[in-house]
Antibody, heavy 120, light 110 residues
Framework: EVQLVESGGGLVQPGGSLRLSCAASEFIFSNYAMSWVRQAPGRGLEWVSTISGSGGSTYYADSVKGRFTISRDNSKNTLNLQMNSLRAEDTAVYYC?????????????WGQGTTVTVSS | QSALTQPASVSGSPGQSITISCTGTSSDVGGYNYVSWYQQHPGKAPKLMIYDVTKRPSEVSNRFSGSKSGNTASLTISGLQAEDEADYYCSSYTSSTTLVFGGGTKLTVL
């Protein structure tokens, strides 16, 4: 079964750092762009970042640019999100998602999400 | 990048058809045929229902269809069923090489 499983969420203080990971299985990981999408409590979806299949191209929302870094390890079928200088407004469920085709045309596979809480 | 505009809520009775609109600008919805729609049930991950404005993944019911006119995209659900009750989000590629989501629409099946 095609699957994405996120990990690494937790409670962190403002200004702190956290690294999220997403393990992919049952598809050719390197063939597809991957993304992170977050959802704050009781709020809508917000795109965070996208990385190409090779890892050579990355894209970020303005709200996280300069603080978050997306990366991937195609040898381990793993997607990562390094989050630095965290703020209260970064509190959300973070989903990793696979692009159906291209980069931004639709996300057909989603993980179950991992919760990040930024609070003192 | 401002969020795309969706109605906060829509409702319909079983068997009826409903349409959810998603309004953007010429820099996103109107400029590209890269609009997608997602269904999200409470506590669950989103599910892709429509991509590239009108295309439907194979596992999605043909009761779901998408369209676009100018800067507004639409999702139509025909033959409304109880299990369609969920939140729906649109998204679009933008001229800034980013992705923007709509604020979401809560569908209630009466």
């Amino acid at each position: 079964e095609v699957q994405l499983v996120e990990s690494g969420g937790g409670l962190v203080q403002p200004g702190g750092s956290l690294r999220l990971s997403c393990a992919a299985s049952e598809f050719i990981f390197s063939n597809y762009a991957m993304s992170w999408v977050r959802q704050a409590p009781g709020r809508g979806l917000e795109w965070v970042s996208t990385i190409s299949g090779s890892g050579g191209s990355t894209y970020y929302a303005d709200s996280v640019k300069g603080r978050f870094t997306i990366s991937r390890d195609n040898s381990k079928n793993t997607l990562n999100l390094q989050m630095n200088s965290l703020r209260a407004e970064d509190t959300a469920v973070y989903y990793c998602a696979k692009s159906i085709i291209g980069y931004f045309r639709g996300f057909d596979i989603w993980g179950q999400g991992t919760t990040v809480t930024v609070s003192s | 990048q401002s969020a795309l505009t969706q109605p906060a809520s829509v409702s319909g009775s079983p068997g009826q058809s409903i349409t959810i609109s998603c309004t953007g600008t010429s820099s996103d919805v109107g400029g590209y045929n890269y609009v997608s729609w997602y269904q999200q049930h409470p506590g669950k991950a989103p599910k892709l229902m429509i991509y590239d404005v009108t295309k439907r993944p194979s596992e999605v019911s043909n009761r779901f269809s998408g369209s676009k006119s100018g800067n507004t995209a639409s999702l139509t659900i025909s033959g409304l069923q109880a299990e369609d009750e969920a939140d729906y989000y649109c998204s679009s590629y933008t001229s800034s090489t980013t992705l923007v989501f709509g604020g979401g629409t809560k569908l209630t099946v009466l």
